[in-house]
């Protein structure tokens, strides 16, 4: 995979934004996960199982050439990530559970992505195309760029509490300056300096259906949650999780592994506005909730006792 310095830039820019999304949790938030996993098993199936179900039947109903269909298939593959984990510490959603299903479902995709992005060939190109994740090259994009930043924002908040509150504020500021840099990178660069390349008629022809799936993810998140009676804070958190994916993984398969130039372009459009609608559902569950729009969820009005 060749790098350019603005994925450099980025990659730096996105392990600082997991510092701060790893300021944002302590142990116990870590533990009670653990204790009480029921949140935690909603997320991983909404996210592993609900979604591309969601996304195979949206796709198979369209017009959309095959090689997109498997795009937007690639696309549903890839869960979690930066994106939701930064939405999450914005809106004060339960971080710890975000933070657990980054790592838990990073290392699930290296067995479901092939799964899943071969089935989409089988359906709607009719070829099977053998591959597999490069092991040690996602591992360590994973790790570097998702759980060392967070983990080390965690063992601060423990060791050292009061440096950890002291800076959360100013670094949650500088996270959104960053965040706001980073889709202005993906949106308006050079595709050779890896930026998005997406012209105007891939955009408005691929944008409809990427924005059905995205509320779709959305809504399919939320009343997972609140079925399995997880609370709001919690309800909202996997939503958040189930519709923001991790684009960066998806051009990874779609442009290196499988080299398609068409099979990129659902995730580049993805990139360029889901952050965006992210930040609409959280004003909306908030105003719903009549709580204050970057504070703390109000009593739950999904499940008293969450």
């Known amino acids: 995979m060749n790098l350019t310095y603005i994925d450099l830039l980025v990659s730096g820019v996105l392990a600082t934004i997991?510092?701060?999304?790893?300021?944002?949790?302590?142990?116990?938030?870590?533990?009670?996960?653990?204790?009480?996993?029921?949140?935690?098993?909603?997320?991983?199936?909404?996210?592993?199982?609900?979604?591309?179900?969601?996304?195979?039947?949206?796709?198979?109903?369209?017009?959309?050439?095959?090689?997109?269909?498997?795009?937007?298939?690639?696309?549903?593959?890839?869960?979690g990530g930066t994106t939701s984990g930064f939405v999450t510490v914005l809106f004060r959603g339960n971080v710890a559970l975000s933070v657990s299903l980054i790592s838990v479902?990073?290392?699930?995709?290296?067995?479901?992505?092939?799964?899943?992005?071969?089935?989409?060939l089988t359906l709607f190109t009719g070829r099977h195309s053998p591959f597999e994740l490069p092991l040690m090259e996602t591992f360590l994009q994973i790790f570097f760029i998702t759980l060392l930043p967070a983990?080390?924002?965690?063992?601060?908040?423990?060791f050292r509490e009061k440096i950890a509150e002291r800076i959360q504020k100013p670094v949650r500021t500088v996270m959104i300056i960053l965040f706001a840099g980073v889709y202005g990178i993906i949106a308006f660069a050079d595709e050779s300096k890896g930026g998005s390349g997406i012209t105007y008629a891939d955009l408005w022809h691929i944008l409809?259906?990427?924005?059905?799936?995205?509320?779709?993810?959305?809504?399919?998140?939320?009343?997972?949650?609140?079925?399995?009676?997880?609370?709001?804070?919690?309800?909202?958190?996997?939503?958040?999780?189930?519709?923001?994916?991790?684009?960066?993984?998806a051009l990874l398969v779609a442009g290196t592994l499988i080299q398609s130039n068409e099979m990129v372009k659902p995730a580049l459009v993805y990139a360029l506005f889901s952050f965006w609608t992210a930040l609409l559902y959280g004003v909306v569950v908030k105003k719903y909730n009549k709580a204050?729009?970057?504070?703390?969820?109000?009593?739950?009005k999904v499940h008293k006792k969450g």
């Open 151 to 158: 983990m080390t924002g965690v063992f601060l908040r423990y």
């Open 208 to 249: 409809p259906y990427a924005v059905i799936i995205n509320f779709a993810g959305f809504a399919a998140g939320m009343i997972m949650g609140i079925v399995g009676k997880a609370g709001l804070r919690t309800s909202w958190t996997i939503g958040v999780e189930v519709a923001l994916q991790n684009t960066t993984l």
């Open 292 to 300: 204050k729009l970057l504070g703390e969820f109000n009593q739950d």
């Open 105 to 120: 479902n990073s290392l699930i995709t290296l067995i479901t992505i092939p799964l899943l992005v071969n089935l989409g």
């Open 18 to 79: 997991m510092f701060g999304v790893g300021l944002s949790i302590n142990f116990d938030d870590l533990r009670q996960i653990y204790r009480s996993p029921k949140s935690f098993i909603l997320g991983l199936f909404s996210q592993m199982i609900l979604l591309p179900l969601i996304v195979f039947g949206i796709v198979s109903l369209t017009d959309l050439p095959p090689a997109i269909k498997v795009g937007f298939i690639i696309l549903s593959a890839c869960p």
